[in-house]
């Protein structure tokens, strides 16, 4: 089964993601995670690619896209990145949407908190359709 990450920084019409932007920030976050993964044997050239293929796309309309493929196939690792990216170009906010399946949804929260890219994750759900679905909120503890 094909897993889909959709990511939306521009989700309502009257939202100015420039107030959350600090274009002055020297964080290294994505630098930092490139290099642990390259420490721990990663070989991190479809990430890097992927990532300033993204980055490009959110210098001019695109605010929005669609991560989608197999099973392990590295889309979590690749949005850890790519979320280190967008915090070092001074997002505040970065949205990552997932389907409502509570164990990968656990288990990417925690991908994302060993990660060590501030901020922690905050994981947000709620009623989408009739469905049974409930709404929650949490946020963890920073570890």
Request: charged fraction near 20%; proline fraction near 3%; charge should be positive.
């Amino acid at each position: 089964m094909k897993r889909v990450w959709f990511i939306n920084i521009n989700v309502m019409t009257n939202f100015d993601i420039n107030k959350f932007k600090n274009l002055n920030t020297e964080s290294q976050r994505y630098t930092r995670r490139i290099s642990f993964l390259n420490s721990i044997g990663i070989d991190t050239q479809h990430i890097e690619k992927t990532v300033e293929q993204a980055a490009q796309n959110f210098t001019g309309h695109f605010k929005s896209f669609v991560i989608y493929g197999e099973p392990q196939s590295g889309k979590t690792e690749m949005m850890i990145a790519l979320t280190a990216k967008l915090l070092d170009f001074g997002y505040k906010i970065v949205i990552i949407l997932l389907n409502d399946n509570l164990q990968l949804l656990n288990q990417n929260l925690d991908r994302f908190r060993k990660s060590g890219i501030d901020p922690t994750p905050v994981n947000v759900c709620g009623d989408i359709g009739d469905g049974p679905r409930k709404y929650c909120y949490s946020r963890p503890n920073k570890t």
